[in-house]
DNA sequence: TTTGGGCAAATCGTATGCAATCTTAGCGTT
DNA sequence: AACGCTAAGATTGCATACGATTTGCCCAAA
């Protein structure tokens, strides 16, 4: 099981512009949470303190930082003396992260209609192509891009919504929901979930809020609705099984 | 400008069960919370690695792990190379949180109208028990202690709710609160808060949750109604002046 | 008197070392 | 062969050391 994680995460995706000299704790915590939400870090992967550090050439001190971070949002667990392991949400939690997402996003969706502006809506329009395009191709790639590009949707409703503590929720509720979605997906979500999207930005560029936050519980349903929460109930032993 | 800090930290105030013997920056973290929230050390108020960690007798390693965890919760504000001070929201931070809470906490109390039970209301009666109490006294520290209880009756709501998620963004969001309403605050929140509690636990009681989330929705207006939110707004000078 | 530059003190950012703890492999016993 | 025990290896928890950056002071020059 010692199989090594470096080729799983994108040392390099750090944009020009984002190439501030500070906080490279920040830089690292963003690499990894991009590898997790995308699955190429699965739930269970033990994340070691030096091998963050070498992978990222920085010493423990600084991968200890980022992944206090990523503890603090709920991607990875930390158990003392044993290390930082990515999140294995129990069902149990994944029905409080949708109940917590059911509860907010219709509020976001509410602020966003107030302030969405014509730009923004072309700029969802074209996020929307992107998934689609995503969609219609095969493969494990293109699955993982099209889930990200799917809980990116929402991220850009919570950052035209304006409030910066509910877009942090959000950001945390949609990554751990994908988290969520890799452990107990049974289906693409997508297909559903992307009509529905566009479903939901039509009625945002009528200015019907009501419609688009309901548009947008059916659509959180939709998505709860595709998971399997049953099975692993009982056991615990899966949850041994994914550590080890 | 060199006071020292350490008068306004209880040291001791972790319980025995608490004394876990782990985890000491989540001690430090919870001690400096309380110190924040209870208005004991004021927004602006400069907390620097080495003070913090030998107040605690730790080393600045452990110190900065506590400080990075306030900060990401929004209560202290890190800059670079310069330190963490106690947060000192904006008028539009506070219209923030206000705004999530008027989302969040009719969430939290239709599921906690779906799992209250009679021990949790006899617990809510002896809060607000201590709330009156807190009312009727005169003193700052009485005024501390009363501002921290009628918190402390929104976070146990979030507990009964049962969503540790919600749980935790309460958590944050009525800590926030609290700095919002020691920089912004006009009057004893409480005249007016005590007695809505008492409304909506009434209502919850009666299992009447419509009620009961209205309610809640009135209280979070009277707290913000309550509030001087203009002043400072064209400035921006005196969020330079409060830093230094 | 006021302004500008430079030096010194303080504080943070990061790396590294040591002690404590957990895991695992090996060995002996039943 | 199975079980328990011990010791070595690995990993974290924490402290300390050193370099980098910022701040504030002091003094000189206009």
Do not use: W
């Not at 033990?46 to 963050?52: A, D, G, Y």
């Amino acid at each position: 099981m010692a199989m090594n994680i470096s080729e799983k995460i994108n040392l390099t995706e750090t944009t020009p512009e984002d190439r501030s000299p500070e906080d490279r704790s920040m830089a690292i915590r963003e690499s990894l949470r991009n590898a997790i939400i995308d699955r190429r870090l699965a739930p269970g992967t033990k994340l070691s303190e030096s091998e963050v550090g070498s992978l990222f050439d920085v010493s423990r001190t600084v991968a200890r930082a980022a992944l206090q971070m990523l503890a603090f949002e709920g991607l990875v667990k930390t158990e003392r003396n044993r290390g930082a392991f990515v999140s294995n949400p129990s069902p149990e939690e994944a029905r409080q992260i949708f109940a917590s997402r059911r509860l907010i996003e219709p509020g976001i969706v509410a602020a966003a209609v107030e302030r969405i502006t014509p730009e923004d809506i072309a700029e969802f329009r074209r996020q929307l192509g992107e998934e689609e395009r995503y969609m219609n191709e095969r493969g494990p790639a293109a699955r993982r891009a099209e889930i990200k590009a799917s809980g990116d949707f929402h991220l850009m409703l919570a950052s035209v919504a304006g409030n910066v503590i509910l877009q942090r929720f959000m950001d945390e509720l949609v990554a751990r929901s994908s988290l969520v979605i890799a452990l107990y997906g049974r289906s693409g979500v997508s297909s559903c979930g992307h009509s529905e999207h566009t479903a939901v930005l039509d009625a945002l560029e009528k200015g019907d809020g009501e419609r688009a936050a309901k548009l947008m519980i059916h659509h959180i349903d939709h998505i709860e609705a595709d998971l399997d929460l049953q099975v692993k109930q009982g056991l615990g032993l899966k949850d041994a099984l994914s550590l080890a």
